[in-house]
């Protein structure tokens, strides 16, 4: 399939469109957890997790476990998802690959499969061909400040225009560090609100 991007595929997943195999690789370990959370809650009712949802180390599977894993049923839901991250942990030349690439030629329809690749690491060509996928790589000024002011909001933050220009000209691009600086933010501006 051709590349997409973590926005494209946030748009997809709120007009209800989920893929069989999502990709996901790039830098921003962060956004990449964020884009798997999001695939998840599209893909499943929060009461059927505990039965459809299985998130796995690449490191802890083996061609066997893998197959079981994607091939399993989902129980009384029209899905399950199944994440396996880090796939980098897999050999280049290791049997794992030979039956992941063959189950991509056909997915199961009743599975959602999101891979994860490690950062630093380049995307495995084969999958990329066979599954949606994307790159966390470094967002522009604009989607940097949609991601930090989406991202105060849920931590229940609203920030002035000023006040999102200073964050990111202080912290930086590196979402991980804005992230913990919104939660910091947002626990001192419980804290003062309840002494008030």
Not at 60 to 73: K, Q, R, Y
Not at 105 to 125: F, N, R, Y
Not at 172 to 190: D, F, S
């Amino acid at each position: 399939m051709a590349a997409s991007s973590f926005d494209a595929i946030h748009k997809a997943l709120t007009r209800g469109e989920i893929t069989p195999v999502y990709y996901l690789g790039g830098d921003d370990e962060l956004r990449k957890d964020e884009l798997v959370r999001e695939i998840v809650d599209a893909a499943l009712d929060p009461g059927m997790r505990d039965f459809n949802l299985d998130v796995r180390a690449a490191a802890d599977l083996d061609g066997e476990a893998l197959h079981a894993l994607v091939e399993t049923p989902p129980m009384l839901s029209e899905r399950r998802v199944v994440v396996v991250k880090g796939l980098d942990q897999w050999r280049k030349n290791a049997k794992i690959w030979q039956v992941l690439h063959r189950y991509l030629e056909h997915p199961s329809p009743g599975t959602v499969l999101i891979l994860v690749q490690g950062a630093g690491e380049a995307l495995d060509a084969t999958v990329s061909r066979r599954a949606t996928h994307a790159e966390s790589g470094q967002l522009d000024p604009e989607q940097l400040d949609a991601w930090v002011v989406a991202r105060a909001r849920r931590v229940g933050v609203t920030l002035e225009r000023e006040a999102l220009d200073h964050l990111v000209r202080v912290v930086g691009a590196n979402t991980t560090q804005l992230a913990m600086e919104l939660e910091k933010l947002a626990a001192a501006i419980g804290e003062r609100s309840t002494t008030a």
